[in-house]
């Protein structure tokens, strides 16, 4: 499947091994931008002092703004819009730092025709690395017939 797809995909066209990724370079202004909407200040995110005696040696980004990265690719290329998040495993196996590129992917693993529900692999991925590992399920709501 293309990267560059965008459009909400029909749940009879999903394929189990379709493939999305996004990628975005994680900056200063993203942590501190994603502490003040989460309320999360945890010094290791944004405390440079404090992060550079613990034992990341320096500041790294919370783990959810990575994982939200999923979150756009759901939303906006597979399935695409209209679609519900209904489950999200997450294992955090290395910390993302300033500068860090990350590249989120998720694949397809099984789709249930019976209850509208698409599920896959979801991987972070820095300088080829894991960095968080997990699955999710989605929900694609049926089609609402369109007006005459």
């Known amino acids: 499947m293309n990267d560059s797809a965008l459009g909400s995909i029909p ?3 999903i394929q189990l091994g379709m493939t999305v990724r996004y990628s975005q370079t ?3 202004a993203d942590i501190k931008a994603y502490a003040g909407i989460s309320g999360d200040h945890n010094p290791v995110h944004v405390d440079s002092d404090y992060a550079n005696s613990s034992r990341f040696g ?3 980004a ?3 703004m990575s994982a939200g990265f999923f979150s756009a690719l759901f939303g906006t290329k597979l399935p695409g819009p209209g679609c519900v998040y209904v489950a999200q495993s997450l294992n955090f196996k290395r910390p993302v730092y300033i500068d860090d590129t990350v590249t989120a992917t998720i694949t397809v693993t099984k789709v249930e025709l019976n209850t509208n ?3 896959f692999d979801t991987v972070c991925t820095v ?3 894991e960095v968080i590992t997990g699955c999710a399920e989605i929900y694609i709501p049926k089609e609402k017939p369109r007006p005459q």
């Open 26 to 28: 994680i900056t200063d």
């Open 117 to 119: 529900r698409v599920f």
């Open 127 to 129: 300088r080829g690395k």
């Open 11 to 13: 749940i009879n066209d």
């Open 58 to 60: 320096k500041r790294i």
């Open 62 to 64: 919370h783990g959810l």
